[in-house]
DNA sequence: GAGTTCACG
DNA sequence: GACGTACGTGAACTCA
């Protein structure tokens, strides 16, 4: 039948649909395999809810509609569009494509146009509908399609099963169907980041287009407004509100690649429905349709299903013999066919160095199923590396590596092939330096660190020997060791084949363990949210690094060394002897045993303790302990910051690349190595100095931004402390105030010395104090310390309950949480002794420390989006400070941005209690900057 | 390679 | 009543 004059179409919201299954219920998984199915679950429910409905109707067309590809002509109006969605739930995703494939099972018709949204497509639909005389009845309650309603159009809320029409979207908007955009522009949505007019809601929006008639009328006439603020609003903002009219405005000229008449209501055909239901392992609703249809319905046999953490019996040995060496394209290309069929791919790449910025590639594995790897020798050289001539030839044998990696490369940037590696970000730098960038990704040590941080680490031998029962060739059998250690490129091809094929058989069988043990454990969320999308963003600010000025850096090694030189005469004069200076056990001796001075204390080795807090009560007594901490002061910065860092500067690029492991620190923090630059001096005057040679290039300037007392924000909220999230909401002085109400000072009567010991309580909470812990720290006795606490907790009572809550959260579960669900294992909570103190206070920190990680990282995610089109990288980390390398005009954009992001980084995952605040510095180095 | 010390948040 | 203690990191150095 050709679509006109009394025909019906009806039109499915299909996200809509998705959601609000995957919300409806609990994250249920096919028993078989684990498989998240619970959205697949509501949605076939919904769908036959609907069939059921309509039965016997007026009905004769009907469509699904779906959403595809993130990005749309929205976007490039205003790149903010619908930034602020959280990603999705990675338990969703794979459900997806399978909502596609139950609508095609019942035979509905399932439409989706890439670079469109599904509102596009239902505008379209309705208005070329409604010209051809039928009625639409568009199934969703979304507001922004009611400016669709009217003229034979209406929507239908599926849930609460009420019609809205011309009268219902005027109760909802206060003007008519042809006015909603107007009130939307003005009103714009916080949820899909439409700026619309500041200050100015739905009721002000309709009043306002009621009064004027439209809004263009409304923004020419603006200057006749009476309220002063509303005035100035709409004709400084008449640009973004008109910019916000088209980003709400549906569109209804859509390409498409059907027509109405393709959408006819067809019967579903039993054997393909039952199939998929039976597929789905759906056994009551399966029963349910093949009832309704007076069919047999489907036998689902009962799988027995997988226990966590056990491999699959069924598993071929992880046996070198299997794997397959890659020598010719046409086996390539076999091998890329086989990718393809898979969906996914575990990969690994061979290189000649751990530096990712140096290291040059040498081969790459890949593994598509348990036992099934190959490796591809790209770079392996032959011949003596002691002969000079023969030392640079490439072995025979191998694929040119451009021709590999341009066979390989669809296969790698192809959205709908899933890569799979342990510790990705290595593989994608290297891959990234041939123009390779590879996407989606999945990181098997991240899964690990999602799954067990405080349990082990997540190295792939580790995990290997613990998830597998199999101990990896150790790559020392391939390059030996120490000094006469070679790079793999040396390795025999034979033998790099065993060795990198057998990686990536490892890294697939992880992945096969570990994917389905995220939802059981329900850490997806923290995976997809905090791990797997931050991989991309640490890649590329390693691969900017940040500028160093190697001069700075010199000269201030050769005046330490000075400095260094006069002093150790000096110790050696005081000392009465010459002696290393830099051994503890030397210093030690000279000070207890030959000098005499009382206090001496040994650690477990027999040996004093000569640390910094031993010299600074020795200080008081004799000159050469303080003669001894300035010349410690000055080896530290000369060999860790200014030799050391010299050495890092990459000859090519003039830079220093820090690595980050995000797998590093059991709370969530990131480390960062090769050099950290996490902890660059900064505390005394000497050392800041060290942060003038980290600067930006001619043109640019160095932009910090930090987090103002994130912890302690974190812990008046998560120990919902009213007095501590007031003083934080009034702006105050947090340690002052505390100071203030423990001791009884007005705050105008603070004194710095009050002042300082609050701080030091403040942090020692956090810190899971102890009486032992503040009167060392404070140098005051034990009970003055003890009675310090006492004070606190009584008048902070939600500290205590929050410490005993944690410990027994810890004991019950053998974790703790951050507010975003990210888990610290705390193996050693029950154990006896010492260590269960040392567990204890780590476990009262972790979710404060890795909650602030946890933000952090989730503005750090978000940065990119924020930022694109402002000519500034982001570069470096440092737990609650981002740096920023920023074009000289750009500053003041930049802060803003980037402001606004971190200030917002929790929301909408978590409503804190408190305001996140971001301080910002800007100059021509990071000792200006910070 | 373990132990000590010290740089950072 | 006695343990021993502030939380989280990485790098350089000494010494066995």
Same mark, same amino acid.
């Given at each position: 039948m050709s679509f006109g004059k009394g025909c019906h179409l009806h039109l499915i919201d299909g996200s809509a649909f998705i959601f609000r299954a995957y919300h409806a /219920? %609990? @994250? /249920?998984?096919?028993? $078989?395999? !684990? /498989? @998240? *199915?619970g959205a697949v679950s509501g949605f076939c429910n919904m769908l036959q809810r609907y069939v059921d409905d309509n039965a016997g109707g007026d009905v004769t067309h009907v469509a699904v509609i779906f959403d595809k590809g993130s990005h749309t002509f929205r976007n490039d109006l205003y790149p903010e569009y619908k930034a602020n969605r959280e990603a999705m739930p990675e338990d969703l995703r794979p459900q997806i494509p399978l909502t596609r494939r139950a609508t095609e099972a019942f035979n509905i018709a399932c439409k989706e146009i890439e670079g469109y949204e599904a509102d596009d497509i239902i505008a379209t639909l309705s208005m070329q509908a409604r010209d051809a005389g039928g009625r639409v009845t568009i199934i969703s309650s979304d507001k922004d399609l009611m400016q669709l309603v009217g003229g034979g159009v209406e929507m239908l809320d599926a849930m609460k099963n009420r019609r809205i029409d011309a009268e219902g979207v005027e109760e909802k908007f206060g003007v008519g169907p042809d006015r909603v955009v107007d009130v939307q522009a003005l009103a714009g949505d916080s949820v899909d980041n439409v700026p619309g007019a500041p200050g100015i809601g739905v009721k002000t929006a309709a009043l306002l287009i009621n009064e004027y008639g439209d809004l263009d009328t409304l923004l020419e006439r603006a200057g006749e407004i009476k309220q002063p603020k509303r005035r100035q609003t709409l004709i400084e903002k008449a640009d973004q509100i008109r910019l916000s009219r088209q980003l709400v405005q549906l569109d209804c000229a859509t390409p498409l690649d059907f027509t109405l008449d393709d959408l006819e209501v067809r019967d579903p055909d039993p054997d393909t429905l039952l199939g998929f239901l039976s597929e789905m392992e759906f056994r009551t609703l399966s029963k349910r349709i093949a009832a309704a249809m007076e069919v047999e319905p489907p036998v689902i046999p009962d799988a027995a299903p997988q226990a966590p953490g056990e491999a699959a019996p069924d598993w071929p040995a *992880?046996?070198?013999?299997s794997h397959e060496k890659i020598t010719d394209m046409a086996a390539l290309a076999v091998w890329i066919d086989l990718v393809k069929a898979h969906g996914h791919v575990a990969i690994d790449t061979e290189t000649t160095s751990l530096n990712e910025m140096q290291a040059e590639l040498v081969g790459i594995s890949l593994a598509v199923e348990p036992g099934h790897a190959c490796y591809i020798p790209l770079g392996h050289r032959s011949g003596d590396a002691d002969d000079l001539f023969g030392s640079d030839r490439l072995a025979g044998g191998q694929l040119p590596l451009q021709d590999a990696l341009d066979a390989l490369a669809p296969v790698l940037e192809d959205p709908a092939i899933l890569k799979i590696g342990q510790n990705m970000k290595y593989d994608m730098k290297i891959l990234a330096r041939h123009g390779v960038s590879m996407s989606p990704i999945d990181d098997t040590m991240l899964m690990s660190y999602a799954l067990h941080a405080g349990l082990h680490n997540h190295g792939m031998d580790a995990l290997s020997e613990r998830y597998l029962g199999h101990t990896p060739i150790p790559i020392k059998t391939l390059l030996g060791s120490g000094k006469s250690a070679i790079t793999f490129d040396r390795v025999p091809v034979d033998d790099a084949v065993a060795y990198a094929a057998e990686d990536a058989d490892i890294t697939l069988r992880l992945w096969r363990l570990f994917k389905p043990q995220l939802h059981r454990e329900k850490v997806t969320a923290v995976y997809e949210t905090l791990e797997r999308p931050l991989v991309p963003v640490l890649a590329r600010m390693e691969r900017h690094g940040i500028e160093v000025d190697r001069e700075v850096l010199s000269r201030m090694s050769s005046a330490f060394a000075q400095k260094m030189a006069a002093l150790e005469e000096e110790i050696h004069a005081l000392a009465g002897r010459k002696f290393n200076v830099g051994s503890p056990k030397q210093l030690g001796e000279i000070l207890f045993d030959e000098m005499g001075l009382v206090g001496g204390k040994r650690g477990k080795t027999g040996a004093y303790a000569t640390g910094a807090d031993v010299l600074e009560d020795l200080a008081t007594e004799h000159d050469l302990p303080a003669r001894i901490l300035d010349w410690r002061q000055l080896s530290k910065l000369k060999s860790t910051y200014t030799d050391a860092l010299q050495d890092h500067i990459d000859p090519e690029t003039g830079r220093v690349h820090t690595s980050y492991v995000q797998t590093g620190a059991n709370t969530g923090r990131l480390a960062s190595t090769d050099p950290n630059l996490q902890n660059i001096p900064v505390r005394t005057e000497e050392g800041r100095r060290i942060r003038t040679a980290f600067v930006a290039p001619k043109g640019r300037t160095l932009v910090s931004l930090d987090y103002s007392q994130i912890e302690l924000r974190i812990l008046a909220h998560v120990a919902d402390i009213d007095a501590l999230k007031q003083a934080f909401r009034d702006g105050l002085d947090i340690h002052a105030m505390t100071a203030s109400e423990m001791f009884g000072v007005p705050l105008d009567q603070m004194t710095p010395e009050i002042r300082r010991q609050a701080k030091a309580i403040n942090f020692g909470v956090i810190y899971g104090i102890s009486g032992f812990g503040l009167a060392r720290n404070l140098r005051i006795p034990r009970a003055e310390a003890q009675g310090f606490i006492d004070r606190y907790f009584e008048r902070f009572p939600g500290i205590r309950a929050y410490m005993d809550d944690t410990i027994a959260f810890a004991k019950e579960h053998g974790h703790v949480k951050t507010l975003f669900g990210r888990r610290i294992h705390t @193996? #050693? *909570? $029950?154990?006896? !002794?010492p260590r269960a103190g040392f567990a204890r206070r780590a476990a009262i920190n972790a979710p404060i420390q890795g909650t602030a990680a946890d933000v952090i990282r989730r503005a750090m995610i978000r940065m990119p989006a924020a930022i #694109? !089109?402002? %000519?500034?990288k982001m570069l470096l980390q440092v737990h609650d400070e981002l740096l920023f390398e920023v074009e000289d005009g750009a500053v003041e954009d930049v802060i803003a941005a980037a402001r606004d992001v971190m200030q917002g980084a929790a929301a909408p995952a978590v409503r804190l209690g408190v305001p996140l605040i971001v301080d910002a510095g800007h100059g021509a180095n990071w000792a200006e900057a910070h």
């Open positions: /219920l %609990p @994250p /249920l998984t096919r028993k $078989s395999d !684990g /498989l @998240p *199915i *992880i046996d070198a013999a @193996p #050693e *909570i $029950s154990a006896k !002794g #694109e !089109g402002l %000519p500034c």
